[in-house]
């Protein structure tokens, strides 16, 4: 005979799940209705709330849904959307969020690695700023004014239409929103020579939990701090950004090389890890490892793609490749000269010439993928890089790759506590995996994943240590996550130490300043500290 209890667990079932629904419902109605009572007639904020009642909410959903990882079925989906016109509308959404205990969602370009931008496990609401992206460049002051919901696109386009020796070092793929880029610090090919985005913001515009608009002067330099690396997400919404302009010559230099593993790829890939970090500051290189077509018919290898930007012609970029890395076999017919914002393009991979695909945030294909990031302080020896190999043979590999950037020059000036990005002198390069798959694989995901997580653990012998650091804009759920709901000091501490070293307490100590209720939180935000957690002397 079967127990009661069984018998009973189907109808409890039912009969909770109605109920959470109901309560559900409730909330985003409620929510709904306190959003029409908190807007005036005139700003009505119904034109900018979609529903699932709306036929535009899944276009306007998936619209910079950059991971398509995170927009299948089963996917938990907003209760509601909204995009914002004005200041009014953002605030009457966290008021309403918090009344009704929805969480918010911030949205910029939607490029988050963890689609921790437009998912969550609890019921939330997606404020997406797509409205919010005009981009103000003052060339005579060399700075500009750029909102959260522009791409870095759209901003490089906006600074290469007023001037040609102005630029800003920022990431390189254009389609990445400002607002997730800046707020985790976000670096590119001029990194070397200049550092990372967040460490030319001088300004910004923040809506705070109490729905303030504060800038610089008004949050102070804590709060300040935090915003340029700490993380979106954890401390308000970030509307704009005010940015100092970089100088950079008329014309640069760009190169790619090839070389595969019968070409001596594997000594030519170890000896540039004793020399990207080391060349003058205006010379970026990166090297992409993948698996391509080998010279031999039906056969696969490993190629190592070695590109490069100089910050000037190429009769001065030659003669300093081949004193300094000779081993590389630069010839003039590698390199090709050209403008700051076409070598975005280059770099970006994007085959036009049109700047005008700066200003389109679909230009690049969406991709399903799962990526991680390291940081090397030693040379990885040769026996190393062969360990390496053999796993872009193995099946799950098929679209895969692994990329090291050179650091040192400007990065090597920066104290590891200027900004909460800490990642700085010392690391030779970052490196980072990456590994996708098609949409009819999905259902099988988890050996993709298993592949990337295999390649790291690997990895594990030859790069930092105590903590193993991370870039946080590379997020990744599988060094840790906050418990759903909930946030303590001791689980975030294991994976904010590997975003952001030491400068993890301090950006604890703007939280619990500036958010005690931990109204903005997602898995990987960073918590405010009870009174409890303050009197163990956290
Ligand atoms: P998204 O909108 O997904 O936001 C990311 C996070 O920031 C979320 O937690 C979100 O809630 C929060 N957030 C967004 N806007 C906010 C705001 N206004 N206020 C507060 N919080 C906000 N990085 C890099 O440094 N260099 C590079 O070259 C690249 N290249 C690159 C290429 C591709 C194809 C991808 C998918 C990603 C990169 N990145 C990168 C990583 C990129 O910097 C990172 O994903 C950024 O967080 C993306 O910012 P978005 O606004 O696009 O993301």
């Not at 102005?166 to 550092?195: D, E, N, Q």
Request: aromatic share 12%.
């Amino acid at each position: 005979m079967k127990s009661p209890h069984f018998s009973l667990l189907p109808f409890l079932l039912v009969v909770l799940f109605s109920l959470s629904a109901t309560t559900l419902a409730h909330s985003h109605e409620d929510f709904l209705h306190c959003l029409s009572l908190r807007s005036a007639k005139s700003d009505s904020i119904s034109r900018v709330i979609y529903t699932q009642n709306n036929s535009s909410y899944s276009s306007i959903l998936e619209a910079s849904i950059q991971n398509h990882r995170f927009s299948t079925p089963a996917t938990p989906k907003p209760s509601v959307i909204v995009t914002p016109l004005q200041i009014s509308h953002i605030q009457a959404t966290i008021y309403c969020s918090k009344k009704n205990g929805l969480q918010i969602r911030i949205r910029s370009g939607g490029h988050d690695f963890e689609g921790l931008s437009y998912v969550s496990e609890v019921p939330f609401v997606i404020l997406d700023l797509l409205n919010f992206r005009a981009v103000e460049v003052d060339t005579k002051n060399k700075v500009a004014w750029v909102e959260s919901g522009a791409t870095i696109g759209e901003l490089y386009y906006r600074i290469a239409e007023k001037s040609k020796t102005l630029a800003f070092p920022a990431g390189v793929c254009h389609t990445v929103g400002v607002g997730g880029h800046f707020s985790g610090g976000g670096y590119g090919i001029l990194v070397r020579k200049y550092g990372l985005a967040a460490d030319h913001v001088i300004d910004a515009h923040l809506i705070d939990v109490k729905g303030r608009i504060i800038d610089r002067k008004s949050m102070g330099e804590d709060l300040f701090w935090a915003i340029r690396g700490g993380g979106g997400n954890t401390f308000g919404i970030v509307l704009a950004w005010k940015v100092k302009l970089v100088s950079i010559p008329a014309v640069v230099t760009v190169f790619t090389v090839n070389r595969d593993l019968e070409q001596n790829a594997t000594k030519i890939v170890h000896r540039w890890q004793y020399i990207g970090h080391k060349l003058p500051d205006d010379i970026f290189t990166d090297v992409t490892i993948t698996k391509v077509n080998s010279s031999q018919e039906g056969k696969k290898t490993i190629q190592a793609a070695f590109k490069a930007l100089f910050l000037g012609g190429v009769d001065k970029l030659i003669p300093l490749i081949q004193d300094r890395f000779p081993e590389l076999g630069l010839v003039k017919e590698n390199c090709i000269e050209m403008s700051w914002v076409e070598s975005i393009l280059y770099f970006g991979g994007v085959s036009t010439k049109s700047l005008d695909i700066l200003l389109d945030r679909n230009a690049l294909p969406k991709q399903i993928f799962k990526a991680k990031s390291d940081y090397l302080k030693e040379p990885i020896p040769e026996s190393g890089f062969e360990g390496i190999w053999p796993k872009f043979f193995e099946k799950e590999a098929e679209v895969s790759l692994m990329m090291m950037e050179a650091f040192g020059g400007k990065m090597d000036a920066i104290p590891e506590t200027e900004l909460p990005y800490p990642h700085r002198a010392g690391n030779l390069y970052q490196a980072s995996y990456l590994v996708g798959w098609s949409k009819e694989e999905n259902a099988e995901s988890q050996k993709y994943v298993s592949w990337i997580r295999r390649l790291y653990s690997y990895m594990a012998t030859y790069v930092s240590k105590s903590p193993r650091e991370a870039y946080y804009n590379y997020r990744d759920l599988d060094i840790g996550t906050n418990n759903n709901g909930y946030t303590s000091y001791a689980q975030a501490s294991i994976w904010g130490r590997k975003y952001f070293k030491n400068n993890f307490n301090r950006l604890v100590h703007v939280k619990t300043m500036v958010d005690p209720e931990n109204f903005f939180k997602n898995e990987q935000s960073i918590p405010p500290i009870s009174p409890s957690q303050k009197k163990k002397g956290h």
